[in-house]
């Protein structure tokens, strides 16, 4: 089992910030007083699998390895990857299994993947797969065919009721992501999702961070 996984770097940032801002007893700034930091990640292809397809496609009483904890609690890359086969006979190799086992198995993938697989896939939420393509899944023990669950993820922002709170946004509902940098980019349409779990995070498919010019130290906004 892999390690706890230490703070991130902006989450100690965040911490230090209000601290001296209390210590000279100075008001923050308004980008600076949401409850928690915001991160924006970008979201390269992977699949979801519940624990019957893990054992269809490598044996019987398979389990998921954790390689890599993701920023979201308990979420991880695992070791375990698959082969997609698309409606051309083309394919992926290495498609990374996030885990833990879901009660669905989905396929994301981004519009420059969906093109050369031949692919006509649409833009949903996680979960919403009803009318979506299916493929074919390969793994080392057999294939899985999916007759439906793959999908364009909606850009969306994970955020703890506090952060809904702050931004005064509710679930189901859409904000704005503003990223700054040499291209300037506005994501106008960023699907809000809260729980208690999740941690203050912007995800964006591969083609979008690289059509807005993300990168480590590029600026971002969220914008009710």
């Given at each position: 089992m892999l390690p706890p996984s230490p703070p991130h770097r902006l989450e100690i940032e965040h911490r230090v910030r209000h601290a001296l801002y209390r210590r000279l007893e100075r008001p923050l700034p308004r980008r600076a007083a949401a409850p928690n930091p915001l991160l924006v990640n970008i979201s390269a292809r992977h699949c979801h699998l519940t624990p019957r397809a893990v054992e269809t496609l490598f044996g019987t009483g398979a389990t998921l390895t954790p390689m890599k904890w993701l920023y979201q609690k308990d979420q991880y890359a695992a070791l375990e990857t698959v082969t997609?086969?698309?409606?051309?006979?083309?394919?992926?190799?290495?498609?990374?299994?996030?885990?833990?086992?879901?009660?669905?198995?989905?396929?994301?993938?981004?519009?420059t993947d969906s093109i050369a697989l031949g692919?006509?896939?649409?833009?949903?939420?996680?979960?919403?797969?009803?009318?979506?393509?299916?493929?074919?899944?390969?793994?080392?023990?057999?294939?899985l065919r999916l007759d439906q669950g793959v999908i364009r993820a909606a850009p969306h922002v994970h955020m703890h009721p506090d952060d809904a709170t702050f931004f005064g946004v509710e679930a189901g509902k859409f904000m704005r992501l503003r990223v700054g940098g040499d291209l300037g980019v506005t994501f106008e349409r960023l699907l809000v999702r809260v729980h208690a779990d999740f941690k203050l995070e912007v995800h964006i498919d591969t083609d979008e961070g690289n059509a807005c010019g993300l990168g480590p130290g590029t600026p971002v906004e969220l914008i009710p």
């Open positions: 997609l086969i698309g409606p051309r006979s083309r394919v992926i190799s290495n498609l990374r299994i996030l885990g833990p086992c879901r009660e669905l198995n989905q396929v994301e993938l981004a519009h692919f006509d896939v649409p833009v949903r939420q996680s979960g919403n797969i009803a009318g979506t393509p299916g493929c074919m899944l390969m793994g080392p023990a057999g294939f």
